[in-house]
């Protein structure tokens, strides 16, 4: 079963509930993996595991702490690149688009934003203009990059562990000099 | 300082927005169309760095035809000139699609700060500040509140969950800002005249350099399988109290998923 990255949102390694649910999501989709950046992941670990991550990727560093979105973007295009996942599902928040936003643009590939639900088959569900049309769309290029609103699906406690898998990348900083 | 500030036209924020049956892409005759009420909050920041100190304010636009509207109402409220990006091979282009646009519409034009509204009131998607920023490799200074520049060093104030996170980079850079960051300037009879003559550049995909296999519906990184209207609100559930009034409360709100 392929993978599916769950990016982990947390504030010093205390988890946010949106996580845990995107966790429950991510077993409907494939074998569900969270991708922990920051400090915290030791304390973390069970918790996500136990919530159906059977891996946990953490990068941790000085660079997550002293900039804002980017070296997320990085862990997660290397772990695209790496596991070719089913999907890749991040929450909801302004920080969690643009990560998914940079991210579609650094992997070349479709994303979907505020999705309620997300179907084995990777279809996405979204209530749009205020709540008045239900859509469902499907990315069609590339490896699915969807954020999912907070309190869409119930977390599921599967008394599971998870292994955890160091990453090390590379933080691209922005150009100092642009190209004009 | 030369500011590029930019923006999208949208159906009106009141109206009722709706999707076209045969594509799934926005119905943009169905609404009065406006400039995207966050985009003026972008307008009204760039006029204020570039009266506190010198410069021009141009405003960007990826659009139909109708969207020159939209540039020539923000450049009414005291911008210089416009860029209006328009081709008929852009109906329908996602958010991937329309940065790309507007990364190659900017390239090679010397702005020093790219200004952009957090959201469009229509998609809300809030990812094209991010991806332009990606796209052009410049720093993303997004969902600032305050916006200083000193130098060439610019710092924001980020909004985040929790309050705010102080974030500085060099220039040029690509801005956010948020609701309520100032409070947008209404065009003055002077402006709107101005805007008139104001120099505008209305350029195809092929002026930019791109071709239109790159945009636009079939091209997309995303397509719409289905979309229904929301069926009518049920009738909402009457609780009587018989002293288990609190419980049923209760009940309700877990299969709501309120708590």
Known sequence: ?180 | MKICVCVKQVPDSWAEKKLTAGDSTLDRAAADRVVNELDEYAVEEALRIVEAGEGEVTILSMGPDEAADSVRKAISMGAHAGIHISDPALHGSDALATSLVLAKALEGRGFDLIIFGSESTDARMSVVPAMVSARLGLPQMTFANKVEVSGSTLTIHRVTDYGYDEVQSSLPAVVSVVEKTNEPRYPSFKNIMAAKKAPMETLSLADIGLDAASVGLANAWSEVKDFAERPAKAKGTIITDEGNGAEKIEEFLVTQKFI
């Not at chain 1, 920080?95 to 479709?110: P, Q, Y």
Request: proline residues 5%.
């Open chain 1, 1 to 180: 079963m392929a993978e599916v990255l769950v990016l982990i949102e947390h504030s010093e390694g205390s988890i946010k509930k949106v996580s845990l649910e995107l966790l429950a999501m991510a077993a409907g989709i494939g074998e569900p993996s969270a991708v922990f950046v920051g400090p915290g992941a030791d304390a973390a670990l069970a918790t996500l595991g136990d919530h159906g991550a059977k891996t946990v990727y953490v990068a941790d560093g000085q660079a997550f702490l002293d900039h804002v979105v980017v070296p997320t973007v990085d862990v997660l295009a290397k772990l695209v690149a790496e596991k070719s996942p089913a999907a890749v599902l991040i929450p909801s928040s302004a920080d969690g688009k643009e990560i998914a936003g940079r991210l579609a643009v650094a992997i070349d590939s479709g994303v979907i934003t505020d999705a309620v639900a997300v179907s084995a088959d990777v279809v996405a569900t979204q209530n749009v203009f205020g709540g008045a049309t239900i859509v469902h769309s499907k990315v069609s290029k590339g490896i699915p990059v969807i954020t999912v609103r907070t309190n869409s699906i119930a977390p599921v406690q599967s008394g599971g562990s998870a292994t955890r898998v160091d990453v090390v990348v590379e933080v691209s900083a922005p150009r100092v000099q642009p190209k004009w």
